[in-house]
């Protein structure tokens, strides 16, 4: 899998993507921390307007996601200024990612059959972010 995930963005020469850690501590998790950062996910862009994420589930609900992908926005309305509408997707049945996007301001746009390359064929919800002038 992650053969693939990587072959996908060296075939994109305009795609990007960042490194999700913690470097401390929160008050959400019941055990210590390593001193180094801890990698929890990643996020980051095709270049073609369509980002993605995948955060490890030991830190789902404690606010990492909605963090990391406000950032994303901004630096990819910063690094493609032409692309108006930003598209996300997620398994309809994943509702605590449909909410992250939500959280950001992304929109419902309609509902298609998607290729998970781990799941296999499922439905996907299809998200919109209108990036302002």
Request: aromatic fraction near 10%; charge should be neutral; proline fraction near 6%.
């Amino acid at each position: 899998m992650a053969d693939k995930y990587i072959a996908n963005f060296r075939e994109k020469p305009d795609a990007f993507s960042f490194i999700i850690e913690l470097h401390s501590p929160s008050t959400q998790d019941s055990e210590q921390l390593p001193k180094a950062p801890l990698f929890i996910g990643t996020m980051g862009s095709l270049g073609n307007g369509e980002i993605g994420y995948m955060i490890h589930p030991q830190h789902w609900g404690k606010g990492y996601a909605t963090e990391a992908l406000k950032g994303l926005v901004g630096t990819h309305a910063r690094v493609f200024p032409n692309i108006k509408i930003i598209k996300a997707m997620t398994d309809t049945t994943n509702l605590g990612s449909r909410k992250v996007l939500e959280k950001c301001g992304f929109v419902k746009a309609g509902v298609e059959m998607f290729d998970n390359v781990t799941l296999g064929p499922c439905e996907a919800t299809i998200y919109h972010f209108i990036v302002s002038p």
